[in-house]
């Protein structure tokens, strides 16, 4: 078990470009989320994938965000025309969809730096 | 919805001294109560959780936090505190149905001083 990663760790971008994070969740875990967390608060819920499927989507999730998890493993975060707004820590999770806890493991995250 | 409230954004504690971090919450249904723990630069780690059964649950750490339903708190406790217990002090929760994302408060910063 080699826990849940994130790459990059650090992006710094200019506004307007586009961006892509990955998330590699644990292998065995088929249920998959993605939160954002700023400067002085707790992370907010974006989505969340069962396997390949996006069953969750957060009214935090504009046109400009988009998430897939095409084979049901990785997952890409793609924020396009990046706004300052944007600068975040982006943080995956991953959970085992059985069981009454459906415990949360969280990667280190992907800190988005937008000037 | 829930919401969850940490009444308290930055804790300074004595090394060796107890602390206590507050955690409200607001649900209209059942809901499962967690602390994470943030160290500087690195995800949250999972401290503790209440599922059902005894309202007090501990940590491997020394932590613990007592589940009370009346009050709807989850106040996480420490007796004697570490240098390395300094970090930021995440509560959320979930509901009972379906495997849905954890709602968070704000954190508390905890700072052990020397």
């Known amino acids: 078990d080699t826990g849940v990663s994130q790459n990059p760790r650090h992006k710094i971008t200019k506004r307007g470009q586009n961006v892509t994070f990955r998330c590699d969740p644990i292998?065995?875990?088929?249920?998959l989320y993605w939160y954002r967390q700023t400067l002085g608060q707790g992370p907010e819920f974006l989505t969340y994938?069962?396997?390949?499927?996006?069953?969750?989507k957060s009214r935090l999730l504009s046109d400009r965000f988009s998430a897939e998890r095409p084979k049901g493993s990785f997952s890409t975060l793609e924020i396009q025309r990046t706004e300052q707004g944007d600068s975040a820590m982006y943080l995956c999770?991953?959970?085992f969809g059985q069981g009454k806890s459906y415990e949360q493991y969280f990667g280190p995250g992907t800190r988005l730096t937008v000037t | 919805a829930q919401s969850v409230t940490q009444l308290d954004s930055q804790v300074p504690v004595f090394e060796e001294a107890p602390v206590e971090l507050r955690c409200n919450y607001s649900?209209?249904?059942?809901?499962?109560l967690f602390w994470y723990v943030q160290y500087p630069n690195q995800g949250l780690q999972l401290l503790l959780k209440?599922?059902?059964?005894?309202?007090l649950v501990e940590s491997i750490n020394g932590f613990e936090a007592e589940f009370n339903k009346s009050q709807t708190s989850f106040h996480l406790r420490k007796p004697s505190v570490h240098i390395s217990d300094t970090a930021e002090y995440f509560c959320?929760?979930?509901?009972?149905?379906?495997?849905?994302?954890?709602?968070f408060g704000k954190g508390t910063r905890l700072s052990v001083i020397a």
């Open positions: 959320a929760v979930r509901v009972l149905s379906g495997n849905t994302p954890l709602v």
């Open positions: 994938f069962q396997n390949e499927a996006q069953l969750e």
């Open positions: 649900s209209s249904v059942s809901v499962y």
């Open positions: 999770a991953s959970s």
């Open positions: 209440y599922l059902s059964g005894s309202t």
């Open positions: 292998s065995e875990h088929n249920r």
